[in-house]
């Protein structure tokens, strides 16, 4: 079987901790889609790691770790993620599998990206510009370079012709992107070059036969599930299908082989980019949960946008996921507020709703909360679910008679250690 872990906010939930922290129960990690637009951070023995596109399992010595062809992989980036690493003297080619179905990022997709949103205009959607949109738009247009290409003999001249189309496509944008063609295909080249060491593999075979030898596998999600591109915030998403289902396509898993569903969420609420927030908050409270839990994107640095807790849409993709297991993090952020609301349903054109509909923005949407008393304590240094204050279990205990599922896991800071299991 296959566990799957999921972000079920708009990203950056904390995924990356927890697949640490759960590694060593597994013998696999497999990602299973998006790409360089992820940014899972670790944080264990005084340091900090961030990673794009690498699985969260890299550091542990056992488990090995699996790039599915659901992940779009950006060539340059991926060999700036393993050169961060080199000291930790891990043996990539054995730990590290690359599915030869993955799809590759060229220097001109990021070009198309950049030049796609900035004539937008104040439309944009809030893309990290790493060339993921029209990489996943090639992959469907049935033009894609993909890794298994590059053992062929005419992969230059599939790379030759696709950048040629999208410099053609750049003439449509009215906007003016600088680049230097030359020096980006170099750098792509070299960093081809080192990829070309990793060890590529058919992942759909690789996984099935490592289930039928007794293997445990968890499969690991980026961004969350309300950035999913059918089940999202569309437009406002990203372009992979970041909900269970995406582990099936993205590693060639069989719904029936899926186990545990870990859906990960944040206390509150924070979104980066643009897009609809109904509980997003512009008061003090609000630069309160950005300051004390330090929310800039792993990945693009941009500050994130703080709120409440939204439970009509928690609830909505926990009966997407299908999720199993809750893990509550950065429940250490909201000590020290005095009470804390709880979105618990909107009003939707006039009527009141509990469930998640088409349209969230501004002019159709008010939220209905509920209020709960806060704590004090420091929960940074609690190593036991027995320390945790009552109106924290009564917080927890609340969100569970809600989403019907069991939070086991709270986090009460961003180091590995600062995890307690219920």
Request: charged share 25%.
């Amino acid at each position: 079987m296959v566990d799957l872990l999921l972000g079920l906010q708009w990203g950056d939930e904390g995924k990356g901790k927890i697949v640490d922290v759960l590694t060593k129960n597994y013998d696999i990690i497999a990602r299973f889609q998006g790409g360089p637009n992820a940014g899972h951070t670790l944080i264990f023995d005084g340091n900090k790691h961030v990673l794009h596109t690498i699985p969260s399992g890299i550091f542990h010595d056992k488990a090995v770790n699996i790039v599915g062809n659901g992940v779009v992989i950006d060539p340059v980036i991926f060999q700036k993620e393993i050169d961060n690493l080199s000291a930790y003297g891990i043996d990539f080619s054995k730990k590290l599998l690359i599915s030869r179905k993955a799809h590759l990022i060229l220097p001109t997709h990021r070009l198309l990206d950049a030049a796609s949103e900035t004539s937008k205009g104040k439309a944009k959607i809030g893309s990290t510009l790493k060339g993921i949109g029209p990489t996943y738009m090639d992959k469907t247009g049935r033009n894609g370079l993909r890794v298994g290409d590059l053992e062929l003999d005419d992969w230059k001249d599939k790379f030759n012709a696709l950048t040629e189309k999208h410099i053609k496509m750049l003439d449509f944008f009215d906007v003016d992107i600088q680049f230097d063609l030359d020096e980006l295909t170099s750098e792509f080249f070299d960093a081809i070059s080192s990829l070309k060491k990793l060890t590529f593999i058919d992942s759909e075979q690789y996984l099935f036969d490592a289930m039928k030898n007794g293997k445990t596998i968890l499969a690991e999600g980026a961004q969350g599930s309300l950035l999913d591109i059918d089940f999202g915030t569309y437009p406002f998403v990203t372009s992979s299908n970041t909900t269970a289902a995406g582990a099936c396509t993205g590693l060639g898993v069989a719904p029936n082989k899926i186990g545990e569903v870990f859906g990960i969420f944040k206390a509150y609420t924070t979104r980066v980019g643009s897009g609809p927030f109904p509980t997003e908050l512009f008061d003090e409270d609000g630069a309160t949960l950005a300051e004390v839990g330090h929310e800039f994107g792993a990945t693009t640095g941009r500050p994130r946008r703080c709120g409440w807790l939204d439970l009509v849409a928690l609830k909505y993709a926990v009966q997407v996921n299908g999720v199993t297991q809750l893990m509550m993090m950065k429940g250490d952020v909201l000590s020290g507020f005095k009470q804390i609301k709880v979105c618990t349903s909107y009003t939707y054109k006039g009527e009141k709703i509990d469930y998640f509909p088409f349209n969230i923005e501004p002019e159709n949407i008010q939220v209905n909360y509920e209020t709960l008393d806060g704590w004090d304590d420091d929960l940074t240094k609690m190593d036991d679910q027995q320390q945790l204050p009552q109106n924290l279990i009564k917080y927890i205990e609340f969100l569970e008679a809600n989403l019907e599922v069991p939070i086991k896991i709270v986090s009460v800071g961003p180091d590995r250690k600062q995890t307690i299991f219920r």
